[in-house]
């Protein structure tokens, strides 16, 4: 079992800056990628940033250069938003790939960036 749990949520004007993080405890080892969601209100959640063992990092266009995935070690991982826009808003999952069973989501954070 690996346990995820998100801070760093908030609301932000359009154009600034926020800093999630993500806190993973349990089965630690047992993950091989970790990966952001986010999850806008009547839309379906879509994935925004990826970081697997290899620590390379993928992003979808939306957000390509804007936001950066990062990890310090197997239980700390970070999305660094910038230049935000009103439709980064939503509510920001992290998730963690385990090897063996399902996926690990954490509760989330809320985004919300006013125009």
């Known amino acids: 079992q690996v346990q995820l749990v998100e801070s760093g949520g908030g609301l932000v004007q359009a154009g600034g800056s926020l800093r999630l993080s993500c806190a993973a405890s349990?089965?630690?080892?047992?993950?091989?990628?970790m990966a952001w969601y986010r999850q806008a209100p009547g839309k379906r959640r879509e994935w925004v940033a990826r970081?697997?063992?290899?620590?390379?990092t993928n992003y979808p266009d939306s957000v390509k250069g804007r936001f950066t995935i990062s990890r310090d070690n197997a239980k700390n991982l970070f999305l660094q938003m910038s230049s935000l826009k009103p439709e980064d808003t939503g509510v920001y999952y992290c998730n963690a790939g385990v090897v063996g069973t399902i996926d690990s989501w954490g509760q989330g954070t809320q985004v919300t960036v006013s125009s």
């Open positions: 970081i697997p063992r290899d620590d390379s």
């Open positions: 349990g089965n630690i080892g047992s993950i091989y990628t």
